[in-house]
């Protein structure tokens, strides 16, 4: 099975770089939002030090619904989907492969965005880059993990690009305040300890839980 | 004769929040602190038992209907979230009604709030999702999924008030805190005003299955008359 997700892996990260569809039109959505930050709040005041997790990650939920919604659009053309099951790869090696895929694609954008956010808004977001790192891993896999079920989901509805942030958004919101709360204080160069910690543990357990269930229940969603 | 049974319960329903109307304006003395906004509690409270119930229904009804692919189990689901949603609208409303007068605003962000909103949020998600797919057993499959990952929001919120310290009072009935937090006449009058709404919620249930039923009946005989 592993071997499959990996082949599927390599299928989806191969096809992205070829065209860079989704990938570019995420970064430049994510830039444009960047900038409109500005706007929206006083880029010199302390007060941005202050939210700076929380728009890091609304900018990485929004930009990564673009990119998950692809990931099982672009197996529609030719009914590749149905050749893929039909061949016996088993639907959670599917979703595992585009999982890590859109894991990977989500980390592109966050590296590009994180420093870019740093330079504008002269905020140091490495002070304890282990950590940034760790949230961004897990968080990521949080957005990639239920974005892939529910794109899934979505993949043969009319509207789907609309119905997929209905359902994913609310979904995602523990790990999301997690995420955010997280980098907050880590931008300020403070470990998280003591009542922090909760929040670690939110993020871990709501990436081993939904894990967990998007294995188990993706059979009933491709295959039945 | 099922029928008959459906309107006793349901009136024995309504004579009993009547039963508790009365009990609970003029009985009850009002509450030391909070005067008499506190008797809003009794329908806050037992609201938000009725929907967490209903969505513990839904999620065992959705897994059973992937499982065994079962119309009625799907029917069940879609009946006991729309009946849940609605308790869901009531605990929301009562609890701001409430903030209003105790703490001067009508909402707060902290955690038990904020997952309350999610979950309408979720819920409302699912009943939208299951308009769009209109292939019966593709519905049922996607949005049995749906159902089952939303139930996690269920739990977060009745657990929020444990993990995070929020604005929202902590527990106070005795099953969670042992005791001595709560009048026992004011806690026996919400399990009373509980039951209550359970008939009320049973009988919107039922009605709303068997809707779900026949609108299923239908759909079946459209497709028949299309495909002669």
Known sequence: ?224 | MFDKILLAVGLTSGLYLVRNLYTMLLVLPDEAAQGMIYRIMFFHIPSWWTCFLSFLVAGIASAVAIRSKSNRADSLAVAATEVGLAFTFVGLATGMIWAKIIWGIWWTWDARLTWAFITALTYAGYLMMRNMIPDPSERLRVTGVLNVFAFASVVICYKAIDWWRTQHPGAVMSFRTGGGNIDPAMEGMTYHNFIAFLLLCVVMVTLRLRQEETLREIEGLRRLAYSR
């Open chain 1, 1 to 224: 099975m592993l071997r499959q997700s990996w082949q599927i892996f390599l299928k989806d990260v191969r096809m992205e770089l070829r065209g860079k569809e989704a990938l570019n039109a995420s970064l430049a959505f994510a830039l444009v939002v960047l900038i409109l930050f500005s706007f929206a709040i006083d880029p010199t005041s302390e007060q941005i030090r202050e939210i700076s997790g929380g728009l890091l990650w609304i900018l990485f939920a929004f930009s990564g619904v673009l990119l998950v919604n692809r990931s099982f659009l672009r197996e529609q053309s030719n009914d590749c989907l149905d050749v893929l099951l039909v061949n016996r790869v088993p639907a959670s090696a599917l979703m595992l492969g585009k999982t890590f895929a859109n894991l990977l694609f989500i980390l592109m954008i966050e590296a590009v965005c994180l420093p870019v956010f740093s330079v504008l808004y002269n905020i140091n977001l490495f002070q304890l880059p282990l950590w940034l790192i760790g949230i961004c891993l897990l968080a990521s896999w949080a957005i990639a993990i239920l974005g892939t079920v529910f794109a899934a989901m979505t993949v043969n509805l009319r509207l789907r690009e609309l119905m997929l942030p209905v359902i994913l958004y609310p979904m995602i919101i523990p790990a999301l305040a997690a995420a955010m709360y997280l980098t907050n204080i880590v931008s300020v160069g403070k470990v998280p300890e003591g009542d922090d910690l909760i929040w670690v543990r939110l993020l871990v357990g709501f990436d081993v839980i939904f894990t967990t269930l998007a294995l188990g229940l993706i059979d009933t969603i491709l295959v039945d």
